[in-house]
């Protein structure tokens, strides 16, 4: 049988921040759309109740959506279990929250240590726990979905993180949950597993995220932008600039993911999750820089065309537009983002790349490239 421990860490990772911006709970405005967003709450998303305490596995955790998840169940009281090889600690201390926050965070949330592409391992393990709800945060192919439903004969609910990435390109926008989507995409193994959850007697939800941003995200979103910003460096853009985007801040994506648990609603559904406001590439520049507390930037356009940069990135964003509706989210779930794009950008400014702390080192090297060629505006 698979050993299952409760971690404490004392150890803090960041330094206490002071900041009137935000806090590691996130800004709540105080608007009209708060107030709308606690009509739909009281209209029938889920109000979870100490009777109603589930024992949660979440499949990864450590890093980034998890991190963030399991603090949000954890405090509705829920008994929550990350599932990871153990190569990352288990607890951190996020930025901005309070030596008592982690402390109770950190002597609740337990662990399974191993690995789920060890079918055999998970399947006996997971027997032998028992778990009411999945959160599988990491998976990437439906192979590694399979055992765990296997194992729990008697689950109540898989959820599971897949991606806006599924979709087929198309030029009628936004995407809806209803659009076709691409078998030969890059996140194909995702598609496969929504549709072997289809084809299962299992309650299942399916989150489809967009660009997900904010504190210690592992993707070069807005560090992309912040390392320029910082350095007082043009930003090179592709195309003309006005190629449309959305992005959703991973706090808000935590909700989400709380909202379709145990969520009637929300059963055998999928979901795009993202800001509900698009942002041009010109724009995402623009508004990074005033959450960063820069000068507006220097933008320079180029065509990618005219350029070999071999195996490397020049620019973080798929050079097209991509965006997706959240209406269905917002009327079936009553979900409201409780960050505007900025306000969420200050966020995870405050939150990380302000304190000095980011997953990549710049690399102006494609920047150098194309800065240093005769550009022809597009």
Same mark, same amino acid.
């Given at each position: 049988?698979? +050993?299952?421990? %409760?971690?404490?860490?004392?150890?803090?990772?960041?330094?206490?921040?002071?900041?009137?911006?935000?806090?590691?709970? @996130?800004?709540?405005?105080?608007?009209?759309?708060?107030?709308?967003?606690?009509?739909?709450?009281?209209? @029938?998303?889920?109000?979870?109740?100490?009777? +109603?305490?589930?024992?949660?596995?979440?499949?990864?955790?450590?890093?980034?959506?998890?991190?963030?998840? +399991?603090?949000?169940?954890?405090?509705?009281?829920?008994?929550?279990?990350?599932?990871?090889?153990?190569? %990352?600690?288990?607890?951190?201390?996020?930025?901005?929250? $309070?030596?008592?926050? *982690?402390?109770?965070?950190?002597?609740?949330?337990?662990?399974?240590?191993?690995?789920?592409?060890?079918?055999?391992?998970?399947?006996? +393990?997971? $027997?032998?726990?028992?778990?009411?709800?999945?959160?599988?945060?990491?998976?990437?192919?439906?192979?590694?979905?399979?055992?765990?439903?296997?194992?729990?004969?008697?689950?109540?609910?898989?959820?599971?993180?897949?991606?806006?990435?599924?979709?087929?390109?198309?030029?009628?926008?936004?995407? %809806?949950?209803?659009?076709?989507?691409?078998?030969?995409? #890059?996140?194909? @193994?995702?598609?496969?597993?929504?549709?072997?959850?289809?084809?299962?007697?299992?309650?299942?939800?399916?989150?489809?995220?967009?660009?997900?941003?904010?504190?210690?995200?592992?993707?070069?979103?807005?560090?992309?932008?912040?390392?320029?910003?910082?350095?007082? #460096?043009?930003?090179?853009?592709?195309?003309?600039?006005?190629?449309?985007?959305?992005?959703?801040?991973?706090?808000?994506?935590?909700?989400? *993911?709380?909202?379709?648990?145990?969520?009637?609603?929300?059963?055998?559904?999928?979901?795009?999750?993202?800001?509900?406001?698009?942002?041009?590439?010109?724009?995402?520049?623009?508004?990074?820089?005033?959450?960063?507390?820069?000068?507006?930037?220097?933008?320079?356009?180029?065509?990618?065309?005219?350029?070999?940069?071999?195996?490397?990135?020049?620019?973080?964003?798929?050079?097209?537009?991509?965006?997706?509706?959240?209406?269905?989210?917002?009327?079936?779930?009553?979900?409201?983002?409780?960050?505007?794009?900025?306000?969420?950008?200050?966020?995870?400014?405050?939150?990380?790349?302000?304190?000095?702390?980011?997953?990549?080192?710049?690399?102006?090297?494609?920047?150098?490239?194309?800065?240093?060629?005769?550009?022809?505006?597009?």
């Amino acid at each position: 049988m698979a +050993s299952m421990v %409760a971690f404490q860490q004392n150890q803090l990772s960041f330094p206490p921040l002071a900041s009137s911006l935000s806090d590691f709970t @996130g800004t709540r405005l105080q608007t009209h759309i708060q107030l709308k967003r606690r009509t739909w709450q009281s209209k @029938g998303a889920l109000c979870v109740t100490a009777s +109603s305490t589930k024992k949660i596995l979440i499949m990864g955790g450590t890093r980034f959506i998890g991190v963030f998840l +399991s603090r949000q169940l954890v405090k509705e009281g829920h008994q929550v279990t990350l599932f990871t090889r153990g190569k %990352a600690p288990i607890t951190q201390q996020l930025p901005g929250e $309070s030596d008592t926050d *982690f402390a109770d965070f950190s002597s609740k949330i337990l662990h399974l240590k191993g690995d789920r592409k060890d079918y055999d391992f998970v399947k006996s +393990s997971l $027997s032998a726990e028992g778990f009411d709800v999945v959160y599988d945060i990491n998976g990437r192919e439906a192979e590694e979905v399979e055992p765990i439903l296997d194992a729990l004969p008697n689950l109540e609910q898989f959820i599971y993180c897949s991606s806006a990435g599924v979709y087929l390109k198309s030029d009628l926008l936004p995407h %809806a949950e209803v659009d076709a989507v691409d078998p030969k995409s #890059r996140h194909k @193994g995702k598609l496969e597993t929504e549709s072997l959850l289809q084809s299962k007697d299992v309650n299942w939800t399916s989150i489809r995220p967009v660009y997900i941003y904010g504190p210690l995200n592992y993707n070069p979103v807005e560090e992309w932008f912040f390392h320029r910003l910082k350095a007082g #460096r043009p930003i090179p853009i592709p195309g003309s600039g006005i190629q449309i985007t959305q992005l959703g801040h991973v706090k808000d994506l935590a909700t989400a *993911f709380l909202k379709v648990l145990g969520n009637d609603k929300a059963s055998k559904q999928i979901f795009n999750i993202s800001g509900d406001k698009y942002v041009t590439f010109d724009g995402l520049a623009k508004a990074c820089a005033k959450a960063g507390g820069f000068p507006e930037p220097e933008i320079v356009h180029y065509n990618p065309k005219d350029f070999d940069f071999g195996k490397k990135k020049s620019f973080p964003f798929r050079d097209q537009h991509f965006f997706a509706s959240v209406e269905k989210a917002k009327s079936v779930l009553g979900l409201e983002p409780d960050f505007g794009l900025v306000e969420g950008l200050t966020d995870s400014y405050n939150l990380d790349f302000g304190r000095g702390t980011f997953r990549k080192e710049a690399d102006f090297s494609t920047d150098d490239i194309i800065l240093g060629k005769s550009l022809v505006n597009v």
